[in-house]
């Protein structure tokens, strides 16, 4: 599955975009039943979303994942702060995922934890790096 590149910033070359949305997250999806048109919807968005999340100025980006805080308490990996795991909700959990969760399926509970887990390292990095503002920013 090719993904177009969605920004030219270099969001593409970020262990984010290339080990977990172009490699991780399509083993995932497929493994949980989802058509090739519908994960590459899916890639898309988190994609998207993580490049906004990431140009959030940080104030902005600890609105969207602090009512998550409580939700994600059990959430693995159990060694991530807390914070990366809310923000995993926001970037990867309430994406077009969400869609193919709600309602029975196809993706279930089983295939969201580990979907979120796989996110929260390749996440880590990525919002650890300096990212170019984005104009519109529909998170912000």
Do not use: K
Request: with cysteine.
């Amino acid at each position: 599955m090719t993904i177009a590149d969605t920004g030219g910033d270099g969001i593409h070359d970020t262990e984010f975009v290339s080990a977990f949305c172009h490699t991780t997250l399509p083993g995932l999806l497929d493994r949980a039943g989802l058509s090739d048109d519908d994960a590459h919807g899916v890639i898309v968005d988190v994609i998207c979303r993580a490049r906004m999340f990431a140009a959030l100025p940080s104030g902005y980006a600890d609105v969207l994942a602090t009512p998550f805080l409580e939700e994600v308490s059990q959430h693995r990996p159990l060694s991530a702060p807390a914070w990366l795991r809310a923000a995993v909700v926001v970037v990867v959990r309430n994406s077009r995922l969400e869609e193919f969760h709600a309602l029975g399926g196809p993706i279930r509970d089983a295939d969201i934890e580990a979907i979120t887990e796989a996110a929260a390292g390749p996440l880590g990095s990525l919002l650890e790096q300096p990212c170019t503002p984005l104009t519109p920013n529909t998170l912000a």
